[in-house]
């Protein structure tokens, strides 16, 4: 057994699961220098939810973060989270789009692209993994992880040959929620290291107070890297503690080899800034809490932090635990989908829909009837044709791969952000958060040359150059 690799989180998932990942760039760079002398596998730094959260809250450029972060991580890969087909926003794109996303993220200073599909449909993740391996970067294809009728190893092994065919590097066991208890990564870890001969690599939140547990059981099986996250944005919704797990594997034959007064500068650094976001209440007291019943409704962190918003939004903050309720009876009828980016996001916000209308489905979504209608892919368990037919009003569901019905949008998108363009990547900021890129592109222009872009008028914003 060689020994065990750390991949940070704090500079992505951490923050996401926590503060809503409302970390800024200028908060994250006076550290990356010492990270990078720790001797992490890699830094989890971009993708996620981290480039919606900069245009739409902290106004930054996430190409120029990753730029930033690059130029600082001179020795330790950096790793981004990729959701396939749908990139890093909330619908299925043409694969034009993907390959040129794919391109410019490993352009800008990506090393691992860690690439899964909410559904675990295969055909999801084929555009972007062969576009990763085109530019030479290292193609981490995640499984998707839950619970339910159709999963058990050989689902999950049978997924890891697919994934394996297709060309991944490695693997990574994705378990968003919590949900894996600690025999249960034993015996998947075995299977998978039985089945494919690729690193794998274990993803977990603590949501549930297993993570620690879960993380040396399958580390007892072979698993070879596992996330962590520094202390202060550990535990709760996020991951375990780097440190603990350090602590844990030393003098052991699954020694990480990283030095705990190292990990104590990166800690006492990121300290004062979890104390600033629980302070203004950018960190909400529940996504800190162990909360077993996670296992019971299969709720990740940051789908978690999004009910508690929309619901605090609605004035309903006592309708949590119905909400709670709800998500794993709308999981079902939607057959039995993982909950993860985007679909968590979707289940989450009709259960909620749910119960303020106080009927079900009385007001339904059009991300929901996507679901249904097979917008997203291929569902694990099939959806059950009279419910289709009450969701769906007669309209028949796809069965192809959903982005076979997308015609090329690159060049279309070019024409009609063009104005706006300052750099190459701009075209795909546009392409994933239309709306909200407009609004960063003209605040951009208006700070650049000292325009007060509430009181122009939009050509005034476009031409101010």
Not at 13 to 37: G, K
Not at 197 to 214: K, N, Q, R, V
Not at 218 to 227: L, N, P
Request: aromatic letters at 8%.
């Amino acid at each position: 057994m060689s020994k065990v690799k750390i991949c940070e989180t704090v500079l992505r998932d951490a923050h996401q699961s926590l503060a809503a990942t409302r970390m800024t760039t200028e908060e994250m760079l006076p550290i990356v220098e010492a990270m990078d002398e720790v001797g992490y596998h890699a830094l989890e730094a971009w993708g996620g939810a981290t480039f919606d959260a900069c245009l739409r809250f902290l106004n930054e450029d996430p190409w120029e973060r990753l730029r930033k972060l690059r130029a600082r991580a001179k020795k330790t890969k950096l790793q981004m989270l990729f959701r396939g087909q749908n990139i890093l926003g909330y619908r299925h794109y043409a694969d034009d789009v993907v390959e040129y996303f794919v391109s410019k993220s490993i352009a800008n200073g990506i090393d691992i692209i860690r690439i899964f599909d909410a559904l675990n449909d295969p055909r999801n993740l084929e555009t972007s993994v062969k576009a990763a391996k085109r530019e030479g970067g290292h193609v981490q294809a995640a499984i998707s992880y839950t619970t339910g009728p159709v999963y058990n190893n050989d689902y999950f092994a049978g997924f890891a040959r697919r994934l394996r065919d297709m060309g991944a590097d490695s693997i990574c066991i994705k378990d968003m929620a919590g949900l894996l208890t600690p025999y249960a990564a034993y015996e998947l870890v075995r299977t998978l290291k039985e089945t494919v001969s690729l690193p794998i690599e274990l993803h977990t939140h603590y949501t549930s107070g297993l993570a620690s547990m879960t993380l040396l059981k399958a580390i007892e099986a072979g698993v070879d890297i596992v996330d962590t996250a520094i202390s202060p944005f550990a535990m709760g919704t996020s991951q375990a503690p780097t440190e603990a797990l350090v602590a844990a594997l030393s003098g052991t034959e699954y020694d990480t080899g990283l030095d705990l007064s190292a990990l104590d500068v990166v800690s006492r650094y990121f300290a004062p800034i979890r104390e600033r976001y629980l302070e203004s209440g950018l960190i909400d007291p529940k996504v800190l809490k162990v909360d077993v019943n996670a296992l019971i409704y299969q709720v990740p962190g940051g789908m978690l932090s999004n009910l508690v918003s929309q619901l605090k939004q609605a004035g309903k903050s006592e309708l949590l635990g119905q909400v709670l309720e709800e998500v794993p009876r709308v999981r079902a009828d939607a057959g039995y989908v993982p909950l993860v980016t985007p679909t968590s996001q979707i289940v989450g916000t009709q259960a909620v829909f749910n119960v303020l209308c106080g009927e079900r489905y009385r007001q339904v979504t059009k991300e929901f009837r996507g679901i249904v209608h097979g917008d997203y892919g291929r569902t694990p368990m099939p959806i059950d044709p009279a419910f289709a037919e009450q969701i769906l009003k007669g309209e028949k569901p796809i069965t192809c791969r959903p982005a076979d019905l997308l015609q090329p949008e690159l060049e279309k998108l070019r024409s009609e952000m063009k104005l706006y363009e300052r750099q190459e990547e701009d075209v795909l900021t546009y392409a994933l958060f239309e709306q909200v890129a407009k609004k960063f592109f003209e605040k951009r222009r208006a700070d650049a040359y000292g325009i007060d872009a509430a009181h122009c008028d939009p050509e005034q914003k476009i031409h101010a150059v």
